[in-house]
């Protein structure tokens, strides 16, 4: 089974990918990707002068075009709702690792 963050796709590839929940809509042009990449949006593996795309990224891709498109945010919202989105990620994680500690001490 692959991982979700496996790298795996080119950025042509990445580039049709995006648009699978929508197949009616064009593409996204692989400059939009690197435009993400400048900003810090996305973060392709690197192998040499390739970018290769995971699930993962693939999926941070949608939900930017999600953002921007359905919702008219701008990139720079669009950078800070994917900060705090990851910030509770982590402390769902956290919250689940003490949760864990706590049963596991309590028995």
């Given at each position: 089974?692959?991982?979700?963050?496996?790298?795996?796709?080119?950025?042509?590839?990445?580039?049709?990918?995006?648009?699978?929940?929508?197949?009616?809509?064009?593409?996204?042009?692989?400059?939009t990707?690197?435009?993400?990449?400048?900003?810090?949006?996305?973060?392709?593996?690197?192998?040499?002068?390739?970018?290769?795309?995971?699930?993962?990224?693939?999926?941070?891709?949608?939900?930017?075009?999600?953002?921007?498109?359905?919702?008219?945010?701008?990139?720079?919202?669009?950078?800070?709702?994917?900060?705090?989105?990851?910030?509770?990620?982590?402390?769902?994680?956290?919250?689940?690792?003490?949760?864990?500690?706590?049963?596991?001490?309590?028995s």
């Open positions: 089974m692959r991982r979700s963050d496996e790298p795996l796709y080119t950025i042509s590839i990445a580039a049709r990918l995006v648009r699978i929940e929508k197949p009616e809509e064009p593409a996204i042009h692989p400059q990707l690197r435009m993400y990449e400048r900003l810090g949006l996305v973060t392709p593996e690197r192998v040499g002068k390739n970018r290769l795309y995971s699930e993962k990224d693939i999926d941070r891709v949608r939900q930017i075009q999600r953002l921007t498109q359905e919702m008219g945010v701008n990139l720079a919202g669009v950078e800070v709702i994917l900060g705090l989105l990851e910030q509770i990620e982590e402390l769902q994680a956290e919250v689940e690792r003490l949760q864990k500690a706590a049963t596991t001490s309590g």
